[in-house]
């Protein structure tokens, strides 16, 4: 089955830096992937999102960056604020299937 | 958020005793998933249900059912709860273009 890891399970940044969150992917055949942030005692929550036509997509301080040729996905938050501590975790979709697999997670820790 | 209500928000009970979680959408949504989180897995599919009287099981079924006798409500049971379901629970329906999971926000279940 596919397997969607993160490389770094916390990363601790100053207020105001770049944040950078990567995750890899198994399953070349995955088509769609998402990024959620999860705030203690809160369910998952979209952030954004990319299909493998793409190998970039932007949003509101938000970048998602795909590279299929190593399965590889990342996301990087600009000018990070203490608001966006939080675990952030990606995943991935195949075919038509309604079902992501999910990654298990990087804890960002802001520091302001 | 309001169209996804889990209830309990946290509970807790003790070995051999049946559990059932509430999950109630107010979107009319075909599609409902009921996920389990726990640090070092990330979130793991246990039962899902394409509409009404389908339901369908998924990596860690076991000691898990569930009943889809209305569109708007997918309750989760275990019949006879054992101290490694303790655990968060998460109820997902689909949303968005591309039908991402939508997540509700979670209960905190602990068996004791």
């Known amino acids: 089955g596919e397997s969607v890891g993160l490389h770094l399970p916390t990363l601790s940044v100053q207020e105001g830096d770049n944040s950078i969150i990567n995750c890899a992917y198994s399953?070349?055949?995955?088509?769609?992937f998402i990024w959620y942030k999860q705030e203690s005692g809160k369910g998952p929550q979209f952030i954004i999102d990319i299909r493998s036509n793409m190998d970039k997509r932007q949003g509101q301080r938000v970048t998602v960056l795909l590279n299929k040729t190593v399965k590889h996905l990342s996301l990087q938050i600009a000018a990070t604020q203490p608001g966006d501590s939080a675990v952030y975790f990606c995943?991935?979709?195949?075919?038509?299937?309604?079902?992501?697999?999910f990654g298990r997670g990087t804890s960002l820790i802001v520091h302001p | 958020d309001a169209e996804i209500t889990q209830s309990p928000r946290h509970k807790i009970t003790e070995t051999g005793r049946q559990v059932t979680l509430a999950c109630h959408q107010t979107w009319n949504h075909n599609n409902m998933f009921w996920y389990r989180q726990d640090l070092g897995h990330g979130l793991r599919l246990i039962h899902y249900s394409y509409g009404v009287q389908d339901t369908n099981k998924g990596e860690v079924s076991d000691g898990y059912s569930v009943s889809r006798s209305n569109t708007e409500d997918l309750p989760l049971t275990l019949e006879s709860a054992a101290s490694s379901q303790t655990s968060v629970y998460f109820c997902?329906?689909?949303?968005?273009?591309?039908?991402?999971?939508?997540f509700g926000p979670g209960t905190r279940l602990t068996v004791l």
């Open positions: 399953n070349s055949a995955s088509d769609y």
């Open positions: 997902a329906r689909l949303a968005g273009s591309y039908n991402e999971q939508f």
């Open positions: 995943a991935s979709r195949a075919g038509g299937s309604y079902i992501p697999t």
